[in-house]
């Protein structure tokens, strides 16, 4: 690790899973198998045994999330709340350093129209490409939205492939935890919200995986930090 900041090769992915639970994943001993890929990544990587989110909800999170500080600095507390263009984001900094930046989210909390979009060179929701086998639809929490992760997921693979040869920084930011959505690749675990949250969890690790393999396939991999963190 004290070697890092000394390399001039690496990129930086960084994923949010909406609202994912640490005690539903294997790596933090769950013992249901509902996240292989990020397990796998955990193992010869670093986790962090405790962290506690700084907001119960999204715009709120994620603002401290990407400032360092508490929801009383940022000033985002409520809903028309938004960041203020004085703010120092991380993207304006690898924007600075010459990286390639680009955002990829299926949150409306995180819209540009709240200054998240700061310092990316491309900032999108995803626009809904495919159909996936099978998804089912069971969310006690929050209306629908459009698409699934799969959407963000090859957004975020076309960007990848397309930056082989530029430094860049990826934040991803998945949303079908939230939404207890999950396809066919999911395991049957049941039918109650705790099952279908699982399952939910399962699917997402599998978008995980895909891009895991893309930044393999492009010889990116042994160069890039990954970041995989929730927002509350």
């Known amino acids: 690790v004290s070697g890092l ?20 994943l294997s790596a933090y001993g769950y013992p249901r198998k509902t996240s292989p890929n ?5 193992e010869r990587g670093i986790r962090f045994a405790k962290v506690e989110t700084q907001a119960s909800w999204t715009k709120a999170s994620m603002a401290s999330l990407w400032t360092g500080m508490y ?4 000033g985002v507390q409520q809903f028309a709340h938004a960041l203020p263009q004085e ?21 409306g909390w995180v819209d540009s129209n709240f200054g998240f979009s700061q310092g990316f060179d491309l900032y999108v929701r995803p626009a809904t490409s495919r159909e996936v086998a099978k998804v089912q639809r069971t969310n006690p929490s929050a209306s629908s939205i459009p698409g699934t992760d799969r959407d963000a997921t090859d957004s975020a693979m076309e960007f990848v492939v397309g930056h082989v040869d530029r430094p860049f920084f990826l934040y991803v930011h998945y949303m079908d935890v939230h ?11 049941g039918t109650g919200f705790s099952d279908i949250y699982d ?11 895909l891009l895991v393999e893309t930044l393999r396939g492009q010889g990116l991999l042994e160069k890039t930090i990954i970041v995989i963190a929730a927002d509350h």
């Not at 399952?199 to 995986?209: E, F, K, P, V, Y």
């Open 71 to 74: 929801p009383e600095r940022t």
């Open 199 to 209: 399952s939910a969890i399962h699917w997402t690790d599998s978008n995980l995986g």
């Open 87 to 107: 703010a120092v984001l991380p993207a304006e900094i690898f924007s600075e350093a010459g990286y390639a930046t680009a955002g990829v989210w299926r949150n």
């Open 38 to 42: 990020l397990d796998a990544l955990a």
């Open 5 to 24: 900041r000394d390399r001039k090769d690496l990129n930086v992915v960084f994923v949010v899973i909406d609202t994912l639970r640490s005690d539903r």
């Open 179 to 189: 939404q207890y959505l999950y396809a066919d690749t999911s395991p049957d675990w």
